[in-house]
C-alpha cells in the first residue's frame, strides 16, 4: 500500500515546499554578519592590499558585481523547464542581463593586462587552450539553460554577443549606472519567478521577502538618481512640497498593493515612482551631502548581496562604506524621502 519511493518523494517535496516558503536568503544573511564584520575591521588593510584608490575603486567594485552576478546567474540558477508557462518573459530578462553584464565586463577588462600562459611553450599549444577555454566559458553560460534548445541558444548567443560589444564600445560609460540597474533587473526577475532562483514561492513570500526587495530595489534606484541627477535648486518650492506629496502618496499606495498582491508590475511601477521622486528631490536641492551617494552605493551592494546570499557582494558594500560621518547617514540621505 505504502511505496517507499512514494513516501521518500512525498517527504521532498514537503521540504522543498517549507523550504520555499521560509525567508531562507534572510537567515543566512544573519551567519554573513560575522564574516562582514571582519571585513569592516580590516577594511583599510584590504582596500591598501588591493591599491585602488578612491577615483577608480566605485568603478571597479561595480564590475566586480557585475561578474558575481552573471556567474551567480550561470552557477545559481535555475533552468526554463520550471517555468510557469511557455509565454514567461523571465528567459529574454536573464539573456539581456547576461549581453548587459558581459558587454560592460569585457569593456571594463580592456585596460587590465591578463597574465599570459607559461605552458605549453609552443604558440601552437598556448592557441588551443585560449580557444579551449573560451569554448569551455561559452559552453557553461549556454548550458545553464538547459533542458530547453532554445534556452541555451539564447544564452550562448547573448553571451557571444556581449562579448563582441564590448571590444567595440567607447570608455564613455558609467560602469555604476550599468551596475545599478542590472541590480534592479535582477530584483525584478527574483519577482518574476522566485523558484527560479530558489528565492521562495510565489503566492507564500512573507513580509522579509517583499520588505528586502523593496528596500533592495529603492537602494538601487536612488543609486541612479544620485549618480545622474545634478543637484541645480531649479523646481519652486511650492511646486516642489506639491509634487513630493503626490509622489510620496503613489508611492504609499503601490507599497500597499504590491505587498497584498505580489505583482511584478505594481513593483516595477513602485520603483519608477521611487525614482521619480528622488529624481525631484536632488534637482529641487541646491546642493547633495557629501558622501551621500557612496553611502547609498554601499547599502545597495550589502542588501543585493543579502538578498542574492553573495556575500562577496555585501562585503564589498562594507569596503566602500565611508568612515566619515557614519551617524549622519539618515540625516543626509533623508531628503530623498
Known amino acids: 500500500m505504502f511505496n517507499d519511493m512514494v513516501v521518500v518523494q512525498s517527504a521532498v517535496s514537503s521540504f522543498n515546499n517549507a523550504a520555499l516558503a521560509g525567508p531562507a536568503f534572510f537567515w543566512t544573511g544573519i551567519l554573513m554578519l560575522p564574516l562582514l564584520a571582519l571585513v569592516w575591521l580590516c577594511r583599510d588593510a584590504i582596500v591598501n592590499r588591493l591599491g585602488w584608490n578612491a577615483a577608480k575603486i566605485n568603478a571597479r567594485m561595480a564590475t566586480i558585481t557585475m561578474a558575481m552576478i552573471l556567474v551567480w ?72 539553460g538547459w533542458p530547453t534548445w532554445w534556452g541555451t541558444l539564447m544564452q550562448g548567443a547573448a553571451f557571444v554577443c556581449g562579448f563582441i560589444v564590448g571590444r567595440m564600445m567607447r570608455p564613455s560609460f558609467a560602469p555604476l549606472s550599468i551596475a545599478s540597474v542590472i541590480m534592479i533587473t535582477v530584483t525584478t526577475a527574483m519577482l518574476m519567478q522566485p523558484e527560479y532562483f530558489r528565492f521562495g514561492q510565489l503566492g507564500n513570500l512573507t513580509v522579509a521577502h517583499l520588505g528586502w526587495l523593496v528596500l533592495t530595489g529603492a537602494a538601487a534606484v536612488a543609486t541612479l538618481a544620485l549618480r ?14 506639491k509634487l513630493k506629496w503626490m509622489m510620496r502618496f503613489v508611492a504609499c499606495f503601490a507599497l500597499v498593493l504590491f505587498a497584498l498582491t505580489e505583482s511584478v508590475p505594481v513593483f516595477a511601477g513602485l520603483m519608477g515612482t521611487l525614482f521619480v521622486m528622488y529624481a525631484l528631490s536632488i534637482w529641487h536641492a541646491a546642493r547633495v551631502p557629501n558622501g551621500v551617494a557612496d553611502k547609498i552605493w554601499a547599502v545597495a551592494l550589502m542588501t543585493f548581496g543579502a538578498l542574492t546570499v553573495m556575500p562577496v557582494i555585501a562585503a564589498l558594500g562594507v569596503l566602500i562604506w565611508p568612515r566619515d560621518g557614519l551617524g549622519r547617514t539618515w540625516a543626509d540621505s533623508k531628503f530623498l524621502l
Open 73 to 144: 546567474l550561470v552557477v545559481m540558477g535555475g533552468n526554463y523547464g520550471v517555468l510557469r508557462d511557455a509565454a514567461s518573459t523571465l528567459p529574454y530578462v536573464m539573456a539581456t542581463v547576461i549581453f548587459v553584464t558581459a558587454a560592460t565586463i569585457t569593456r571594463q577588462m580592456r585596460g587590465v593586462s591578463i597574465p599570459k600562459l607559461t605552458w605549453p611553450h609552443s604558440a601552437r599549444g598556448k592557441k588551443i587552450w585560449t580557444i579551449g577555454a573560451a569554448l569551455a566559458i561559452v559552453a557553461a553560460v549556454a548550458l545553464s
Open 228 to 241: 545622474n541627477i545634478p543637484a541645480r535648486g531649479r523646481i519652486h518650492n511650492s511646486a516642489f512640497v
